[in-house]
């Protein structure tokens, strides 16, 4: 085991600034829900926000196999994956989706498909 150093001491201190107040909500049963999601070609992120406060948040990275697949696979694979983590909070509720991803946006927007 090293030592500790002043490069952990620089490191432990950046962590601290950037989390500093910024924490996580509690659920509540009223309130606006918007569930976040991105993906890259590298990892997969994922937010709960309610009333303009994160609730849940969560990133992934993906396998080999995944990260060759096309952008519009990437965030279906992310879609897919927070509706069901967090299927307790979204359950009969209302919520929105917010991505960035055009394409994303023009497949789901075809009256052929269905969700």
Do not use: P
């Amino acid at each position: 085991m090293s030592d500790w150093s002043s490069e952990h001491d620089d490191f432990f201190e950046a962590s601290r600034l950037l989390f500093d107040g910024q924490e996580l909500g509690r659920f509540e049963d009223k309130g606006t829900i918007e569930v976040h999601t991105d993906a890259s070609a590298y990892g997969l992120g994922k937010f709960l926000i309610q009333n303009d406060k994160a609730v849940w948040c969560v990133s992934a990275s993906m396998t080999e196999s995944q990260k060759i697949w096309g952008g519009t696979d990437r965030e279906l694979l992310t879609v897919k994956q927070v509706v069901k983590k967090l299927s307790q909070f979204l359950w009969g509720r209302l919520f929105h989706r917010c991505d960035r991803s055009r394409a994303f946006a023009w497949f789901v927007s075809e009256e052929k498909i269905c969700f």
